[in-house]
């Protein structure tokens, strides 16, 4: 008789997944910002404390926790999940959707939704680490499930590793993580090298003179000056990048007065960029200062602009040798498997958990679409129309999502645990 495989195994120890599911929509109700989910974090605190194998270790860079499950001699794999909200009004109509609100960072009261799938992702990690434990006797090494603030604004991995991250847990061997996206449910889409974009953000002041709305000839207008900036960004990634790399460049907000008839002193515009080689990312920051130095020159502009970064996210790239071992598996288990899903311009900052230690890892998506309404779509040519991460229209099916998350989660870390 054979040995049983992983997928045999991972069947015969598979829990009941209604109390998560109940819990799923708990969190999705009760969504907290960036750097403020410490109820979020108390209750993930509590379910693992209740399975009783893992040594906790909590308020690490904010709120963020990690159990540790040694369970023999073998490597060490870190499985992450990310649980901050955005400052979204949630427009789904769900019976379980978010009305919740929150002070943001600039203590101005916002509501508050579950937009990104970061609900799901720690519904399934808290799934696996239960299953993991149940299976115990299938697998040798040290499971470590982390659960991560703030990834939303770019600074929750650094912030856990810079607070000691791994003085208090072991330096894992991998690092494994997954995404719920835009995908059909039950598709899971994994790929070697880069899988995301890197991510830069920008707020751009240019200054002008201001004055009363009659006399524009006594003013420097910084709204026709941002308004020449805007257009002149446009043309960077369409004629300054190599049509073959991957470049976007986004203004995702221009602001400047407070009122119709006063021309202000100032105006201030948002830029979002993402790139994947460090090349393209120099030539787009380079690109951008110039234009705008230029345009405030051209423009007659009393001051030079000033340019503050607000977040950046690194690529996030999968070692090519976890991500073949990841994809062998995963093509075994799941009907719907893609090992070489299309690059994301979506940006995570999962990665600086691997790279502050040189540690290989593995990144993989997983689709949320329910199939009826993504087959009916696909059909009708209008996948594009479905609302995607971000959106106040953003609802993952429950299941068969949870479920795929689980397997996927579990199947990753027994990639590596295998007696």
Request: with cysteine; proline share 6%.
């Amino acid at each position: 008789m054979s040995p049983p495989t992983l997928f045999t195994i991972l069947k015969s120890s598979s829990i009941d997944l209604t109390p998560y599911e109940t819990l799923y929509k708990h969190f999705h109700s009760h969504p907290e910002l960036s750097r403020q989910e410490k109820s979020t974090s108390q209750t993930l605190a509590a379910h693992l404390t209740n399975l009783q194998v893992y040594d906790l270790h909590t308020q690490i860079g904010g709120h963020g926790l990690a159990g540790v499950f040694h369970n023999g001699p073998g490597k060490t794999v870190l499985l992450r999940a990310d649980m901050d909200a955005l400052p979204i009004k949630e427009l789904t109509g769900l019976p379980y959707a978010s009305t919740a609100t929150m002070p943001d960072s600039s203590g101005i009261e916002t509501p508050v939704m579950h937009a990104c799938g970061h609900d799901m992702h720690i519904t399934c990690l808290l799934a696996a680490a239960e299953t993991l434990a149940k299976m115990r006797d299938e697998w040798s090494g040290t499971l470590i499930v982390l659960f991560q603030p703030d990834e939303e604004r770019g600074g929750g991995a650094q912030a856990m590793v810079d607070d000691g991250l791994y003085d208090r847990i072991p330096v894992p061997d991998y690092v494994l993580g997954q995404h719920v996206m835009r995908m059909r449910a039950g598709r899971v889409g994994s790929r070697a090298g880069a899988i995301m974009a890197a991510a830069d953000s920008m707020k751009i002041t240019v200054f002008g003179r201001g004055g009363h709305g009659s006399q524009p000839h006594q003013t420097v207008d910084p709204v026709v000056l941002a308004a020449h900036i805007v257009i002149r960004l446009q043309g960077i990634v369409s004629r300054e990048v190599d049509p073959s790399e991957l470049a976007v460049l986004t203004v995702g907000s221009l602001q400047a007065g407070q009122t119709e008839n006063v021309i202000s002193d100032r105006a201030e515009i948002g830029v979002d960029f993402r790139s994947v080689r460090v090349g393209v990312r120099e030539r787009i920051i380079a690109a951008i200062k110039r234009i705008v130095e230029a345009e405030c020159l051209a423009s007659g502009s009393p001051r030079p602009p000033v340019f503050t970064p607000t977040r950046r996210f690194p690529p996030t790239v999968n070692d090519g040798d976890v991500a073949g071992r990841v994809a062998g598996v995963f093509a075994g288990h799941f009907e719907d498997f893609d090992d070489h899903v299309p690059r994301t311009n979506v940006a995570e900052d999962f990665s600086t958990l691997a790279t502050c230690r040189d540690i290989p890892s593995c990144f993989w998506l997983v689709g949320g679409i329910d199939p009826e309404v993504w087959d009916r779509a696909q059909r009708e040519g209008r996948t594009e129309e479905i609302p995607g991460n971000h959106s106040a229209l953003f609802a993952p099916v429950v299941q068969p999502t949870m479920r795929v998350g689980v397997d996927a989660l579990c199947l990753g870390a027994l990639t590596f645990l295998k007696k």
